[in-house]
């Protein structure tokens, strides 16, 4: 199926210009000039990735991505100003999938899109609606991981994560115990060679924990090895 992207941007010329590539790449696009018009319209009907500007009126990027996560799992990817690393790291805590810095090469966009939707498809080609099946289930003490419909409970309860998170929690889990680098999260999250720097990994890690310390303040499942990378320990 032909994959639609929403693009949410105050600058018309971005909007026009981004647009004209991804449907010359085979992509239905839908476009919104501010934050507060798109947050229904990706709610009630969503698309397969949506790019957000962050510095919007009305409603910028970083507060569209909040109230979008509180009702919605839609992988984002964040367009920033170079000089914007703050809200970079504050993006990916809030949970967007990833984000690139302006100017930007629309090349790298469209591969930075295609890489998303194909870990969508690592973690939901098999999906359905039946049981998960001892072929898509991994259970790790109290976490469950249903890797054929991106399912995730800790001691029952339900944690919901993006499509970046689940892939990076299902790579420590699948070995507790081993050490995983981050050059090795990277490479399991992204599956491309597209280049991802430690800051990005350590914040999809710590959004990670605070999902399940929403279910449970006590959540210590995930170590960090300073200088090493982090592990999965099951108990």
């Given at each position: 199926?032909t994959?639609?992207i ?8 971005i909007?026009?210009?981004v647009?004209?590539?991804l ?19 990706l ?26 996560r509180?009702k ?24 967007a ?7 930007f090469?629309q ?9 998303i ?13 039946g049981e998960?099946?001892p ?27 993006t ?29 491309d060679?597209?280049y991802?720097?430690d ?15 929403q279910?449970?303040?006590e ?6 090895l300073?200088?090493?990378g ?6």
């Amino acid at each position: 199926m032909t994959a639609t992207i929403a693009l949410v941007d105050d600058d018309r010329n971005i909007l026009t210009s981004v647009s004209i590539a991804l449907q010359a790449e085979g992509f239905v696009t839908r476009v919104y000039s501010d934050g507060e018009t798109a947050l229904k319209a990706l709610i009630d009907n969503p698309p397969d990735i949506a790019i957000l500007d962050i510095k919007m009126p009305r409603m910028d990027g970083l507060e569209l991505l909040r109230r979008l996560r509180e009702k919605s799992t839609l992988p984002v990817i964040f367009l920033t100003s170079k000089d914007d690393e703050l809200d970079e790291a504050l993006g990916l805590a809030m949970g967007a999938d990833d984000y690139i810095a302006k100017p930007f090469s629309q090349r790298l966009l469209i591969a930075r899109i295609r890489a998303i939707l194909r870990r969508a498809e690592v973690t939901q080609g098999n999906g359905g609606d039946g049981e998960a099946t001892p072929e898509t289930s991994l259970v790790r003490g109290r976490l469950a991981m249903d890797t054929a419909r991106h399912r995730v409970t800790w001691n029952g309860d339900t944690v919901t994560l993006t499509v970046t998170e689940f892939l990076i929690l299902e790579t420590l889990a699948q070995r507790p115990g081993i050490v995983k680098t981050r050059n090795q999260l990277m490479d399991a999250a992204y599956h491309d060679d597209i280049y991802v720097d430690d800051r990005t990994i350590d914040s999809h890690i710590k959004r990670v924990r605070r999902k399940f310390r929403q279910v449970d303040s006590e959540f210590d499942a995930i170590e960090t090895l300073y200088g090493a990378g982090y592990r999965f320990s099951e108990e």
